[in-house]
């Protein structure tokens, strides 16, 4: 079973900019994402990397950039003009919803 370790998250203010890394404990291949859920809400898609094709949620499109090193075995998302409501856990996703999940890292955007 591939393990997905994410880093990067904190306290940004709103416009500000953050850098998540997922790193996985095997080469990457296939589909792999980010996803998020903030407090009483679903998780949501945030953004997807598919055989260098990527699909973002439509919140994020414009803002968010999903990209990957497979030299590293890293998926990264660039988070630029973060707003309050972009604050939740971030997850980092390797094979769709049967697939691996990171345990997450938190997003907070306030002043």
């Known amino acids: 079973q591939v393990q997905l370790v994410e880093s990067g998250g904190g306290l940004v203010q709103p416009g500000g900019s953050l850098r998540l890394s997922c790193v996985a404990s095997?080469?990457?291949?296939?589909?792999v994402g980010w996803f998020r859920q903030a407090p009483g809400k679903k998780r949501e898609l945030v953004a997807i990397?598919?055989?260098?094709?990527?699909q973002y949620g439509e919140s994020v499109k414009g803002r968010f950039t999903i990209s990957s090193d497979n030299a590293k075995n890293t998926v990264y998302l660039q988070m630029n003009n973060l707003k309050p409501e972009d604050t939740a856990v971030y997850h980092c996703?390797?094979?769709?919803?049967?697939?691996?999940w990171g345990q997450g890292t938190q997003v907070t955007v306030s002043s």
């Open positions: 996703n390797l094979g769709g919803a049967f697939g691996a």
């Open positions: 095997r080469s990457i291949f296939g589909t």
């Open positions: 990397l598919s055989g260098g094709i990527t």
